[in-house]
């Protein structure tokens, strides 16, 4: 099964790389692929350009060779859609093999307004990662697909190539890029929150408002 887990990354830290590993063992597979967006369509401005989110996410997945990256979405002009990318890999893939992509309840809440929504389902199985306080609202059209879709276990999703929903509560470490960036600009360090590679990066570039107060 091919498993993708997307998002802006901006920056990557160890709660992203946690999950990541999480998911691997939930799921029984032997890789996930990290899916940096170009440009997300729900939110404003990225701290770091594409290029550099990038390079920061191939440093903090040197030499774990269950994360890769896939670039795709930074090679397709414009904003980054999911269904675009699904789309493309089921090209790739074929009709029969299980492709999977995973979402935590934060955002798979606001599903309905994702652009081609009811297309996704027929193109890959969707991997609810439940987090805290992020309930899926009663009623709303993501929970009516958990219900209608919902898998019983993770060696369903390998038997078909699409069309379930598998809900996870693995552990997770309570980090936010949000967090982070706040924390880089307000001039404190960050470090154990991302990988020392990625905030080493940070520095010498000078992103996201780092300045001389903060610590090594």
Avoid: N
């Amino acid at each position: 099964m091919h498993v993708i887990y997307g998002g802006t990354f901006d920056p990557i830290h160890h709660g992203h790389l946690r999950l990541a590993l999480e998911v691997c063992d939930a799921l029984s597979v032997a890789t996930i692929d990290l899916v940096p967006c170009h440009i997300p369509p729900h939110r404003g401005d990225t701290g770091a350009d594409s290029q550099q989110r990038l390079d920061l996410l191939q440093l903090a997945i040197a030499g774990e060779p269950a994360l890769r990256v896939d670039d795709r979405e930074l090679r397709r002009a414009g904003a980054s859609y999911t269904a675009d990318t699904l789309r493309q890999l089921r090209e790739e893939l074929g009709p029969d093999e299980p492709l999977a992509m995973v979402v935590g309840t934060d955002a798979f809440a606001a599903f309905d307004r994702w652009r081609e929504w009811q297309a996704i389902p027929e193109l890959a199985h969707i991997v609810v990662v439940r987090r805290s306080g992020a309930d899926l609202p009663s009623g709303s059209e993501a929970q009516k697909l958990v219900k209608s879709r919902r898998a019983d276990d993770h060696q369903a999703l390998h038997e078909q190539p699409c069309g379930l929903v598998l809900e996870l509560d693995p552990p997770l470490l309570d980090i936010s890029a949000t967090g982070i960036r706040q924390r880089i600009a307000d001039g404190r360090s960050p470090r154990y929150l991302t990988p020392d590679s990625v905030w080493h990066s940070i520095r010498a570039q000078g992103l996201y408002g780092v300045c001389t107060r903060s610590k090594v």
